[in-house]
């Protein structure tokens, strides 16, 4: 689980950073920054560290060694980097790629009443919230996120990549009418959803949640084309939908 402290120094406009020319410090090694997903603060700060790394050392080497010495791919949010060096053309180029945020959670102790926030990514993790503070200030994720509520407990098992796993399947009309999902401390997995405004609650149980999602996903689509809300559904049994209606809408 990675856990990090967001860095909210005030860069140069670095959003731009890859269709400039290339750029230099104080030596005559030049560099050029590709950004990926990542936020282009964290990504342009990370960058002047490791230019500076390397006009002391002119390796490499001890680039990448820095990285891994202090995290420093985990604390700027990277999911994968690449850094190579032409030195004819005493050219650094850094390419940065970051996860995909799934949804927005909140991780919980066991009495329910103490808790910290995360934000879950693709690779199946939870990060600082920060993350998606930055990608938002800069127009990189507009959407909302579904909210989780996750046990700590479960963190850095399974059910973690399965959630996440999971999540990914979802569809745009499917995540649109996502409130909320709660997975409770005997790993028992609820939705919450809202259409037109209304709250409609799925029990999804313990296990076979991808062909239970499927199935849900079609009983949601029919009641909206129906005019009806669902306010319970029951997958508990993966063999039988139980479906109690309420109002139209």
């Known amino acids: 689980m990675k856990f990090i402290t967001a860095l909210f120094c005030a860069l140069l406009p670095f959003a731009s950073l890859a269709k400039q020319p290339p750029r230099k410090l104080l030596s005559d090694v030049q560099y050029k920054t590709y950004f990926g997903a990542c936020p282009s603060k964290v990504a342009g ?148 959803f809202s259409i037109n405004r209304r709250p409609s609650s799925a029990f999804l149980g313990k296990d076979f949640w991808n062909q239970k999602v499927e199935k849900l996903a079609k009983v949601i689509e029919y009641m909206k084309k129906k005019n009806t809300i669902p306010a319970v559904i029951n997958l508990t049994n993966s063999k039988k939908i139980v479906v109690k209606f309420s109002d139209t809408i």
């Open 45 to 192: 700060k990370l960058t002047l560290t490791l230019m500076r790394k390397f006009e002391e050392t002119s390796s490499l080497a001890a680039v990448k060694k820095l990285i891994i010495d202090k995290k420093l791919d985990d604390k700027h949010f990277l999911s994968s980097y690449k850094i190579s060096y032409d030195p004819s053309l005493k050219l650094i180029r850094f390419n940065f790629d970051c996860p995909k945020p799934v949804m927005k959670a909140q991780i919980y102790k066991e009495n329910g009443e103490e808790f910290y926030t995360a934000v879950l990514v693709d690779s199946g993790e939870f990060v600082d919230p920060t993350y998606e503070v930055l990608l938002r200030s800069e127009k990189k994720l507009k959407k909302s996120l579904p909210n989780l509520a996750f046990p700590v407990g479960l963190i850095d098992t399974d059910i973690q990549k399965q959630m996440t796993h999971l999540a990914l399947t979802f569809d745009h009309s499917f995540k649109d009418s996502l409130s909320e999902i709660i997975l409770d401390d005997d790993k028992k997995l609820t939705m919450i």
